[in-house]
């Protein structure tokens, strides 16, 4: 088995441990960093989106994952700001104003640096300007907004709406998700996506940056 | 008149099935060795890091109307509306877990110990839903009257945030019951500060005025159903 596909299967099997001395290898070895990045410890973590979606792991296992990725990232992020290398994009995620609910949040979150995006994670009850501010001044091109109350869901239109009002909305793009939150929902308040589940949210993502 | 209640960590550990639940994994489920260690160790952080503390205050009818209607910005009709006025008791909590297993929870984020953290997070969100419960069984307990007295009544708790409680309810339950004493604030967002808190009314009565149908405006958006469950457990016990 090469160097990549033991990075791989280490990440798959959430060992860090495995992932950060194996990447170390891999750099040795004279791999580019952009490589071992995106064959191993993004292809690895596309494998575990995939199960997940499928139900054939649990939320824990993807998080050990994340860990075993993030382990890996710490070796090659060095060369790759060196190489100056960019994130396929930026997106601000955020639970909305009144809700402390983030497990979802956090799994989007994970999910989407697995896949290669830069994440500003605002944590919970983040108030509409901030999404709207943070997505500005960070020049990220999705606002993702998470809620498990119905009490809370009417933030995420005030957000919505803010975009609009300070003309953002041809390139910040908005997507909601949460246990009460629906397609019909999102398109009610005019955000651009809804992702019914984490992984969801991830491929909608990508289709919002790539559209 | 409040009153301040302790719990031990070991009265409001909240049981395997729960925390997996939380965490999407359902009853049943055969999970890894890895999670199963994970789980031993979240629990371990709880035993080390939780501080389980409450409150209640009883409350009539008339202060416990305006606390409910707050500023204004419940739903036309809710449970807890309809609820109450039948209520023979009623009492404001407010229970915690403290501040320091939420800082423990934000510190294995921020060291990207995301699978320990999360766990952690679970845990402790159904112990401090197990810390309400407990509470809510020692205030039933405490009422007066025997077995056969208390037959066919029940105490049920409901929060604002909920079943059409506007949240911002919190603001007139923080100033009645001030559980600033026991370490617990509220933010502007009406969020309570340790973020493991959970706070509500308890509302004792004859066992049939807490069943409702689900057919609220906002039923239809609710994606847990809960109150079906709880419905359901009332005829159980």
Redesign the interface.
Known sequence: MSVLAEIKDGLVC?DDERVSELTQQAIEQGLSPQEILSESLIGGMTIVGERFKEHEI????V??A??AM?AGMEVLRPLLIDAGIPSIGKVVLGSV????HD?GK?LVG?LLKGAGFEVIDLG??V?PQSFVDAAKERGASVIGMSAL?????PTMAKVVDLVKERKLDSRIKTIVGG??V?EM?AREIGADAYGFDAANAVDRVKSLTTA | MTEVLTFSTGEVEPDRDSVLQNQGIPEGATVTDEIERLLKSAIGAFHEHGKPVGMTGEISHVDFGAVYQGEGRNEDKTPVGDIFRRAERLALFVVTLGERICARIDELFRSSDYALACMLDSVASAAADKTAEVLQERYADSRSGSKTENEGRAVLRYSPGYCGWHISGQRGLFEFLHPEEIGVSLKESFLMQPLKSVSGVLIAGAREIHEFEDSYSFCAECATRGCRERIRALYRE
Do not use: E, R, V, Y
Request: proline content about 7%; hydrophobic content about 45%; aromatic content about 6%.
């Open positions: 959430g649990f939320l824990p296992d998080l050990l994340a860990k993030h104003q009144g809700d402390l497990i956090n994970i919970n009850d108030a109350l119905t009490t809370t869901m246990a009460p629906s929902f």
